[in-house]
């Protein structure tokens, strides 16, 4: 309450201070500056730093999902805390604030934080799959559903981009689709009981995002957010850099077509060779061997070959990543396509994303890196072209020779009259420092454009002073003012070429007047001037491989990284693909084992019908054999031997002909002499039971003949389908037993009897036949 009352008393002063004065009182801080305020904000930043840590989590190979539930959920605490300090009364009762707190961020932030929760669930959900509760995923997804599904109603409250509200939907169907596949599995298979939401153990966040205050915040040497300029003042910078790049190209251009226009006009008249030929009437000149001596002692050329193989390897392997992050992507598209051909409905599953769409930044930086490879491709061959001159031209052999050697090169002979050359000598002299000093100034101009800071003028300005752009427009003039001042001096050293130049040519031409041309002096200033060459050439050429190494060394990180993400995002998609392909085998799966379930269940129903109507046949056998037993008592108390009243004739059983009734009796009693007596004289009462007759018999025997002794029937164990008795105990030998037997090259029918002897048992069959 005090608190509260605190802050409306300094609410009604600030009002009151606010309307005598006119608005220059001190007032309380406006919505943003509020502690409540700073608070929020503070929180939304760490909420975003922790789903920035969420989705890096992600993009790993093999991620842990327990880990990412745990970073999900503790982004979204924070974002719950970020949403208590929106409701803050205080932050609601500002008139200051300039956005609805209790519409759009409220929704959005809340909104967010449901979808974090939902992200918690999701990946734990994904955990219990891995461990086999499938009960617990399928609660888990529940909640997820119903998380999403508020996320969305916020969302559209708190007016959330369109783009997001697409990311809500896809995610919605994402998890509604493996909430069914889930259910199917669990109904079909594994009937799990699915817990309630409230049973399932709560999931505790991990922050790793979290506030460090920077300690040495008052004695910073620079002032904080020189970025966060007025409007002003970024006009003058604007204005800033658009001057100086202006004379840095001016000049820079300007001095590089000068100090061309003066070597060119040198070379024309063979200066300085010309006067270092002169000069080498009485040996080598010593100005020249100097520079191939130092060459020599640094091992120049050598050092310049290492670099160049070096660049063409550097220059390689870069085109290497490049082509493999080509290759990657195009790999990519062809996957895509092939597996769109084999599941037409990946491309409209709505959870996937085409390779061009994955890969879009990829591509970007791609073509990027291609443009400043192929612009650099034309240096790198002019130098690479270097290896092979370096070892053929004459210019190139004369800087790894001798002084001695150099001086036997050069032909002596008259030049004729002496001639003083110091005034030609010290005009060169002069035109070479005029080009160094330039060269000086350039690099002066350069290092001030981007060292010059006057971002932390202008910012100083801006806390000191009124919103007027007069003191941004001072320190705009001064700045210029430096760059000015250089400009105007590479202006004179340029502007002291012209006669210079003229002077020396002037000079020269009374040189060349004065001297004796003949073979000899033409030959000793072209050798003087292949040295002079073979020299600038070696110089040149390794200042350039530096910048070129330079260059790759810089850019070959960043191919590495692109590389990287190439990689991920293919792994990413060929995650997809399996996961996709891991649903529709598991619903594939599914509807097959429906099918052989249903044919299983038709094949028993048709042996059911076939064991009922065996079990009626049964039945009628027994009923035939019982009337046929009867008969045969009766006939044999009417006649002890077997007399039949028929006269019908009985078959013969040895040649298929009819017997009389006489013919009966005889083979009637000798069957019987044949027969043990001791059974044949019982009484029927008495007698073991003799076999039930097969229906066949009865039905093709003539009431009243002769029943001739029962025989036991001998059934076939061959495989296949044969009648079998339902009084006799017969062992049907397996099939596939006996296959597996005979491919051993066992004889099929000892096979057949050892698997009949032991009931099937493969391994005492096998024992069997091998002691057999």
């Known amino acids: 309450?005090?608190?509260?009352?605190?802050?409306?008393?300094?609410?009604?002063?600030?009002?009151?201070?606010?309307?005598?004065?006119?608005?220059?009182?001190?007032?309380?801080?406006?919505?943003?500056?509020?502690?409540?305020?700073?608070?929020?904000?503070?929180?939304?930043?760490?909420?975003?730093?922790?789903?920035?840590?969420?989705?890096?989590?992600?993009?790993?190979?093999?991620?842990?999902?327990?880990?990412?539930?745990?970073?999900?959920?503790?982004?979204?605490?924070?974002?719950?805390?970020?949403?208590?300090?929106?409701?803050?009364?205080?932050?609601?009762?500002?008139?200051?604030?300039?956005?609805?707190?209790?519409?759009?961020?409220?929704?959005?932030?809340?909104?967010?934080?449901?979808?974090?929760?939902?992200?918690?669930?999701?990946?734990?959900?994904?955990?219990a799959k891995m461990g086999k509760h499938w009960g617990v995923e399928l609660g888990r997804l529940g909640v997820v559903e119903g998380l999403i599904e508020q996320a969305i109603i916020f969302g559209r409250k708190g007016d959330m981009d369109d783009a997001d509200m697409e990311a809500l939907e896809r995610s919605k169907n994402l998890v509604m689709q493996r909430k069914e596949q889930a259910q199917g599995d669990n109904d079909g298979v594994y009937h799990e009981t699915v817990p309630k939401p409230r049973d399932l153990p709560p999931i505790k966040g991990n922050r790793l995002s979290k506030c460090i205050f920077p300690k040495e915040l008052l004695t910073l040497p620079k002032p904080l957010f020189v970025g966060l300029l007025p409007v002003a003042a970024k006009n003058v910078l604007q204005k800033f850099n658009h001057h100086t790049n202006a004379i840095l190209n001016e000049d820079l251009l300007l001095c590089q077509k000068e100090s061309e226009d003066a070597r060119n006009s040198l070379a024309q008249v063979y200066l300085p060779q010309s006067l270092s030929a002169f000069a080498s009437r009485d040996g080598f000149p010593n100005a020249i061997w100097e520079k191939v001596r130092t060459m020599q002692s640094h091992n120049v050329t050598e050092s310049l070959k290492g670099d160049l193989w070096a660049l063409k390897d550097t220059a390689e392997m870069t085109r290497s990543i490049l082509s493999d992050v080509s290759d990657n992507i195009q790999s990519d598209i062809k996957l895509y396509n092939e597996f769109c051909t084999l599941h037409p409905s990946y491309n409209s599953a709505g959870a996937c994303q085409r390779p061009h769409e994955v890969h879009s930044v990829v591509n970007h930086d791609l073509t990027h890196y291609q443009g400043l490879l192929q612009n650099a491709n034309h240096g790198d061959t002019v130098l690479l072209n270097m290896l092979e001159t370096l070892e053929v031209e004459p210019k190139f052999k004369l800087l790894h020779m001798s002084k001695g050697q150099l001086q036997n090169q050069i032909p002596t002979g008259s030049e004729g009259a002496a001639y003083d050359t110091s005034t030609l000598s010290d005009l060169l002299k002069q035109l070479s420092n005029l080009l160094k000093q330039r060269d000086l100034l350039l690099s002066k101009l350069k290092h001030t454009k981007f060292t010059y800071n006057i971002k932390e003028k202008l910012a100083k300005i801006s806390t000191n002073s009124d919103s007027s752009s007069e003191p941004y427009e001072a320190v705009l003039r001064s700045a210029l003012a430096t760059f000015t001042q250089i400009h105007s001096e590479i202006q004179q050293n340029i502007s002291k070429q012209p006669p210079l130049l003229h002077r020396i040519l002037h000079e020269n031409a009374s040189f060349t007047n004065a001297r004796q041309t003949n073979s000899v002096t033409m030959k000793r200033e072209n050798i003087i001037q292949m040295i002079e060459e073979g020299i600038f050439a070696v110089n040149t050429c390794k200042s350039q491989v530096a910048e070129g190494l330079n260059f790759y060394k810089s850019i070959m990180p960043r191919l590495q990284q692109l590389k990287q993400r190439a990689s991920e995002n293919s792994v990413r998609m060929a995650v997809e693909r399996l996961e996709f392909e891991e649903g529709t085998h598991g619903n594939l799966s599914k509807m097959k084992q429906e099918e052989l379930d249903r044919e299983m269940a038709e094949r028993m129903a048709k042996e059911a019908e076939i064991g009922g109507c065996n079990a009626a046949a049964a039945t009628t056998q027994h009923k035939d054999a019982a009337v046929a037993e009867k008969r045969w008592n009766m006939e044999g108390q009417q006649n002890n031997y077997g007399i039949s009243h028929s006269s019908q004739p009985l078959p013969n059983t040895n040649t298929g002909t009819l017997m009389s009734q006489e013919e009966s009796l005889k083979a009637g009693l000798l069957t019987s002499q044949k027969q043990p007596s001791s059974q044949s004289q019982l009484h029927p009462s008495q007698q073991l039971p003799r076999p039930i007759p097969h229906a066949s018999d009865v039905t093709h025997r003539p009431l009243g003949g002769y029943v001739p002794p029962n025989q036991q029937t001998i059934h076939s164990n061959a495989p296949g389908a044969h009648h079998v008795s339902p009084y006799e105990q017969y062992t049907r030998v397996d099939d596939e037993k006996v296959a597996s037997l005979v491919s051993m090259d066992f004889d099929p029918e000892k096979v057949v009897a050892a698997l009949s002897k032991h009931d099937n048992n493969i391994e005492q069959a096998l024992n069997d036949l091998l002691s057999g």
């Open 1 to 127: 309450n005090s608190n509260n009352n605190h802050n409306s008393n300094n609410n009604h002063n600030s009002n009151n201070n606010h309307n005598n004065n006119g608005g220059g009182g001190l007032r309380n801080p406006s919505m943003d500056m509020s502690v409540v305020g700073i608070s929020m904000v503070e929180k939304i930043m760490l909420a975003q730093g922790q789903s920035c840590v969420f989705e890096m989590a992600k993009l790993k190979n093999k991620p842990m999902h327990s880990v990412i539930s745990k970073i999900a959920s503790g982004a979204g605490d924070i974002y719950e805390e970020a949403l208590m300090c929106i409701q803050n009364p205080i932050l609601r009762g500002l008139d200051q604030c300039s956005c609805d707190t209790s519409g759009w961020n409220t929704g959005c932030i809340k909104s967010r934080m449901l979808l974090f929760r939902a992200y918690s669930e999701y990946h734990e959900s994904i955990k």
